[in-house]
């Protein structure tokens, strides 16, 4: 399951995956300039901008079911920062606004990287000159993100076999040992991988 959060890109024979990327990552950009700049309470607007996202899922045959998952998992970043409209005047309508239009921005952005792959994306962010050195970091991000979920779980795993039947207390102290561990593996690796760059002529 967390491997399919991850890896957000679907191979399927649509024609929204033949599409170029470039030409995706601008109709995405565009799509998400739009809804920002639709009025508070242009509520026909949001309404066809999410049946206009929901058609293109089923054109391009990506599983909705699987894009809603990961919608989920980050909708509690576009809710927090709705949540902040509630301390000003007619806060309820304009939480609305914003909860609805960071919704369907996410969903665009969900959708192109379902249809599109990581590094096609990266390849139009070095066409169109982004810094060389925030390309990199992106992809070394990408590429490790799964090995530090690999051992996360393997730590996770191993701590398990050596508390059998512990309470919440001694689970909470049992999780903060994970997340130690594995942030001072990460630190490790990182330097690891960073000598091994430097070695290649990478700071060259």
């Known amino acids: 399951m ?3 959060l991850l890896e957000p890109y679907e191979a399927r024979p649509s024609l929204v ?55 989920l998992v980050i909708e509690p970043f576009a809710l927090g920062v709705a949540l902040l409209s509630l301390l000003q005047p007619d806060g309820l309508r304009v939480f609305a606004a914003l909860l609805a239009r960071g919704t369907l921005c996410l969903s665009a952005m969900l959708l192109l990287a379902a249809t599109t792959r990581f590094t096609d994306i990266l390849r139009v962010l070095w066409a169109i000159r982004v810094p060389a050195l925030l390309v990199t970091v992106l992809a070394l991000m990408y590429r490790y993100l799964f090995l530090l979920v690999e051992e996360s779980g393997r730590l996770a795993r191993a701590r398990r076999s050596r508390t059998l039947g512990a309470g919440a207390p001694a689970a909470w102290r049992s999780s903060a040992g994970v997340i130690a561990r594995l942030f001072v593996r990460s630190s490790e690796r990182a330097e690891r991988v960073f000598a091994a760059m430097c070695a290649r002529g990478w700071k060259t």
């Open 17 to 71: 995956h033949r599409l170029p990327a470039g030409l995706k990552c601008a109709a995405a950009l565009a799509t998400v300039l739009g809804i920002v700049l639709l009025p508070r309470g242009a509520w026909p607007a949001y309404a066809a901008a999410a049946a206009a996202l929901i058609g293109l899922a089923a054109l391009s045959r990506v599983s909705l079911r699987r894009l809603g998952l990961r919608l």
């Open 2 to 4: 967390i491997a399919a």
